[in-house]
Every structure is written in structure tokens, then in C-alpha cells.
């Protein structure tokens, strides 16, 4: 499904192909068709998008008595438009993370698991003729879930200050920093060059989900006490312990993951142009006022400017 607000005006394109709807800034200001109105959300079907599964595995059957378990591997690929998990049209439409909110171009999709691992190994004994008792371990492996670097700012002035995928600077001239992040480029850059899901995006807009959360280990624990009773009737006693890493180790067994699956790297202040002997009679490409955070978030106001410029 892709939707649409038809009471924006498209204005103009920035850095990376980032489509604007206004005036872009912190909070930003939105061009409309018709100013008496807000929104107004279009539905539409599409034929982009896909998921693609491929699992494989092995197994000893469940024994009278002595080992059994299995161990199986799964691939998967998945990719929307739009992760449409609201019940409400104007939040499918809001909370896109797109280069263009009414053009959203295929991503990972938010549920997607590239690689699991799911395996089990019991071992059963029975004594007394009316007493078995089976011990399994439980093992889960699977990539952690996807997630979208974004600008806590309006970048595309679409009304929206929570749904900007980050431009990553490929240079120090493709970014202003505001007079409150004294880390200024040295930082951000460090930052930048120790995520592959960053570095690799040098100079362009991050896809959708291009980013990941860490691996995930859960291992639980399960034991079976049977006692037969009557005839063939037994009785079945089950304690299971989940999460067995954690018990082990307080830092093993953790699930980390981000919320709405988006990370707000840095503040977004505005694009902007700074005329000068260099840029006359040029076309320039506007560049992005924003700022690391303390670990990147915090921004203020800033008097000066930059541009790269391109001829026209």
C-alpha cells in the first residue's frame, strides 16, 4: 500500500534528492494546496514489495531413551513500501521514513529477520519402570531488527520532525554545526566511520531499515517429569527457565532494539545558501545545519552558513 497527502506542494529538492513540501527546519513549514485544510490521505494499491523465506535443517526424532534435537537455519528477505502497522492512514503516511514522503521507494521492511537460527537438543531417561524424566535445551539466534537513522528536525518540511532519513556527510563542508556541539566534525565522522550501516552511505540519503540492532542469544531451559499413572495414563510435569544466558550473566541474553524502529543521530536546524565570490552565478546545492548530539542529539541556532555549489 502506498499512501499519499495530496495537500502538499512539492517545492523544490535538496541534498541527496531529498524531496521538500515547504520550508525545511527544525519544525519546518509545510506548502499546501488549499490552506483551509490539513491532510488529506490518499490509499493507493502498489505492486512493490516481496518477502522471500529459504529454511534448512536437520533432526534426530524424539528417542524411548538418549539424545534427540534438531537444528535449522532460515533465510529471509523482505521489502516494502510501507510497513502500514496503524490503524490510522495519516500515521502509515507520517511515520514512512522516505526521501520523498509521497514517493516512498522500496526498503527492508520493519519485520523482517535476515538470518535465524533455531535449534534444540533433549536427552530422555526413564527409571522404575513408571518414572522418565527429559532434559532440552532451547537456542534462538536471529539478527536483530531493523532500524533507520533519522533527523530529530523537519528536513522535508512535510509537517513531521521524527521521519527524515540523515544525509551523511561525505566531507566537512557538507555540514554547519551549531556553537553547542564542540565536537563538530572530528566527532560525528569518528562516529560515522565506526557504523558500516553510516559509512557505507557516504554522501547519500540511508535507505529505509538500512541499519541493524545487534545479533540476539536466548537459550532456554526445560524439564519433563513424567509418572505414569493408571494403565496408559501418565502425568506430566513441566519447568522451564527462559533466558538461561541472562541467569548466567546479567550482560548475556539481552534483546536491544530501537524504538518505532528509527534512531535520531543528530538535531536538523535548516538548509541554507551562502552567497560569496566563489558561488556567483552558480547554481548551489544547500547544505545541512545540524549538530551531534551529546552522543548525537543536541542543536541550537548558529549566524553562519555554508553551501557546497555545483556549475550551473
Given at each position: 500500500?502506498?499512501?499519499e497527502n495530496l495537500n502538499i506542494v512539492r517545492t523544490g529538492t535538496a541534498q541527496g534528492g531529498r524531496v521538500l513540501y515547504g520550508t525545511p527546519s527544525f519544525n519546518g513549514s509545510t506548502a499546501r494546496k ?71 521507494e522500496l526498503g527492508t521492511a520493519d519485520f523482517e529477520v535476515r538470518h535465524r537460527i533455531l535449534a534444540h537438543l533433549s536427552y530422555r531417561v526413564r527409571y522404575q519402570q513408571r518414572f522418565a524424566t527429559t ?16 533527523y530529530n528536525g523537519n528536513a522535508n518540511a512535510d509537517t513531521r520532525r521524527d521521519n527524515d532519513p540523515i544525509y551523511v556527510p561525505a566531507s566537512p563542508d557538507e555540514i554547519v554545526f551549531t556553537s553547542d ?132
Amino acid at each position: 500500500m502506498v499512501f499519499e497527502n495530496l495537500n502538499i506542494v512539492r517545492t523544490g529538492t535538496a541534498q541527496g534528492g531529498r524531496v521538500l513540501y515547504g520550508t525545511p527546519s527544525f519544525n519546518g513549514s509545510t506548502a499546501r494546496k488549499d490552506p483551509r485544510f490539513t491532510n488529506a490521505i490518499l490509499l493507493k494499491n502498489t505492486d512493490k514489495g516481496y518477502s522471500t523465506s529459504l529454511t534448512v535443517g536437520v533432526q534426530r526424532e524424539a528417542q524411548a531413551e538418549g539424545l534427540s534435537g534438531a537444528l535449522f537455519y532460515t533465510w529471509n528477505r523482505a521489502e516494502n513500501v510501507n510497513n502500514a502497522t496503524s490503524s490510522r492512514a495519516i500515521s502509515n503516511w507520517q511515520y514512512n521514513e522516505a526521501r520523498d514522503v509521497n514517493n516512498p521507494e522500496l526498503g527492508t521492511a520493519d519485520f523482517e529477520v535476515r538470518h535465524r537460527i533455531l535449534a534444540h537438543l533433549s536427552y530422555r531417561v526413564r527409571y522404575q519402570q513408571r518414572f522418565a524424566t527429559t532434559v532440552t535445551l532451547i537456542y534462538e539466534g536471529r539478527s536483530g531488527s531493523p532500524f533507520t537513522w533519522i533527523y530529530n528536525g523537519n528536513a522535508n518540511a512535510d509537517t513531521r520532525r521524527d521521519n527524515d532519513p540523515i544525509y551523511v556527510p561525505a566531507s566537512p563542508d557538507e555540514i554547519v554545526f551549531t556553537s553547542d556541539s564542540p565536537g563538530g566534525w572530528d566527532e560525528l565522522n569518528a562516529f560515522i566511520e565506526s557504523e558500516p550501516s553510516l559509512r557505507k552511505y557516504r554522501g547519500q540519503i540511508v535507505p529505509r531499515n538500512s541499519a541493524r540492532a545487534p545479533w540476539r542469544n536466548l537459550l532456554d531451559l526445560q524439564v519433563l517429569q513424567e509418572v505414569q499413572t493408571l494403565g496408559t495414563q501418565r502425568l506430566e510435569i513441566t519447568a522451564t527457565l527462559l533466558n538461561v544466558l541472562n541467569l548466567l550473566n546479567s550482560d548475556w541474553g539481552k534483546v536491544r532494539y530501537t524504538l518505532f524502529d528509527t534512531v535520531r543521530l543528530m538535531d536538523f536546524q535548516a538548509t541554507t545558501i551562502r552567497a560569496g565570490p566563489s558561488c556567483a552565478s552558480r547554481r548551489c546545492r544547500t547544505g545541512t545545519i545540524c549538530s551531534s548530539r551529546t552522543t548525537w542529539l543536541r542543536a541550537g541556532s548558529s549566524s553562519s552558513v555554508c553551501a557546497t555549489c555545483s556549475n550551473a
